[in-house]
Structure formats: C-alpha cells, structure tokens
C-alpha cells in the first residue's frame, strides 16, 4: 500500500527565501507524482506533474525533482513572495490496478512580509 | 476553457438527513473523481469513473454513500442517511486519461459539509 509522507508540516520563511517541501514514498512504482497547492476553503490548484521517466519539472520560480529509486519529491520555490502562503500537497499516482492519487497531508507555508 | 464546477459549495445539515454534491467535469475529461478531505489531511479517493463505469469504488462506504455519472459526463455524490463523522471537504477531480498523456488530474473547489 502506498503511503505518502511531507515533511515539513509547517513552515514559515521571509519573503525573498529560496526554500524546498520534502515529499517521500513508499512504493516507486508510480506512474507520474504531482505537486498541488491549497489556499484555505478552497480546492487544489495543479502546480507540477512529473512523469515516473522525468527527472524534473520547472514552472517559472518552481521546480520539482523526482528521485524513484529513493522515493522521493522536493518542490523547490525561489525567491518567495507572501503570496505564495498556503498548503502544498504532493500526490503519487500509482501504477496497475486501482490506479489513483495518494495524496500526503501537505506541507502549510507561511511567507512573511 | 472552464475548469470543474462543483455545487453547492457549502452545505449545513443534521444528522440522518439526505445530502447529494453536482460535479461537471473539464470538457471532454473521460475520468472522474470524488475525493473525501478531512481537516487536516490530504484528499482520499471515494470513487472513480471511467466514461460511465464506476472502475474503482473500493473506498466508498457503500451502505450510505451511492454516486452516479450519466451520460458519461456530470456526477452526483450522495449520502443518506449523513452521519456526524461525514463532515469533510468533498472534492471532485477530472482528467483525460488514454495510452499516452499525462493523466493530470483537475480539481474543483469542492463541497464543504458540515453535519450537526
């Protein structure tokens, strides 16, 4: 069974610091692993997909890397801005039969001004 | 191009009463999903469609939740009778999936239920 771990729950940085999310996983068969965010009340917007081939994906000041054999994701954010606060979910699709998202509990960011 | 719709975005009910959440997935989107997010917790999947058929129902409890897609196309999620623990966040998703693409899955805003 897939679990899915982020590390750290919260954090809290000021603005203008590069920082990375942790995302771990138990099982490397996946198929792709997206990175999500959350702002309160609301639903999840699609930040990053990697593809189980892919090493990495960037998306203006986001990149996320992929390590299969390891099980793990970062989602690096550069120069962060107060607009970036809110709850980053990663989520392994899993491979073969009931193929779904397993999502972790996600990582909350606070940026302060 | 629009996004997934979700209605009512919130919902208040007691306990024991009927409940029932809309989806209208991204055009053309042949999957769908109902997910259950409770506080403080990543999404878990309750059922998902492909076209019409219902591939993956494992995670729905089945003796009070029942949803359907017809036509292929919107969704209904329903719940009879509520329960207090149902109280959650419930989020529908669509993708495109096939031999090849990316299979990215797209949320809706979602139904936050509150059960008293």
């Known amino acids: 069974k897939q679990e899915v771990t982020q590390i750290p729950a919260a954090l809290s940085v000021p603005e203008g610091e590069n920082l990375v999310l942790n995302c771990s996983f138990t099982d490397s068969a996946i198929y792709n692993l997206q990175w999500f965010r959350q702002d309160p009340g609301k639903g999840l917007t699609s930040l990053l997909l990697i593809q189980s081939s892919q090493r990495e994906q960037t998306s203006g000041r986001l990149n996320a890397s992929l390590d299969k054999s390891s099980g793990r994701s970062t989602l690096y954010i550069a120069a962060s801005q107060p607009g970036d606060s809110a709850t980053y979910l990663c989520a392994a699709r899993t491979q073969g039969g009931s193929e779904k998202l397993v999502f972790g509990k996600g990582t909350k960011l606070t940026v302060n001004p | 191009e629009a996004g997934v719709v979700q209605s009512p975005r919130y919902k208040i009910i007691e306990k024991k009463q009927p409940v029932a959440f809309w989806c209208n997935p991204i055009?053309?989107?042949?999957?769908l999903y109902w997910y259950r997010q409770n506080l403080g917790q990543g999404p878990e999947l309750l059922i998902r469609?492909?076209?019409?058929?219902?591939?993956?129902d494992s995670q729905l409890p089945k003796d009070r939740f029942s949803a359907e897609r017809l036509k292929g196309v919107d969704s209904t999620l329903k719940i009879q009778p509520a329960e207090l623990g149902d109280s959650a966040v419930y989020l529908c998703?669509?993708?495109?999936?096939?031999?090849?693409?990316?299979?990215?899955?797209?949320f809706g805003p979602g139904t936050r239920l509150t059960v008293l």
């Open positions: 055009s053309g989107h042949n999957t």
């Open positions: 469609y492909e076209n019409e058929e219902a591939v993956d």
């Open positions: 998703a669509s993708s495109l999936e096939g031999t090849s693409g990316y299979r990215e899955q797209f």
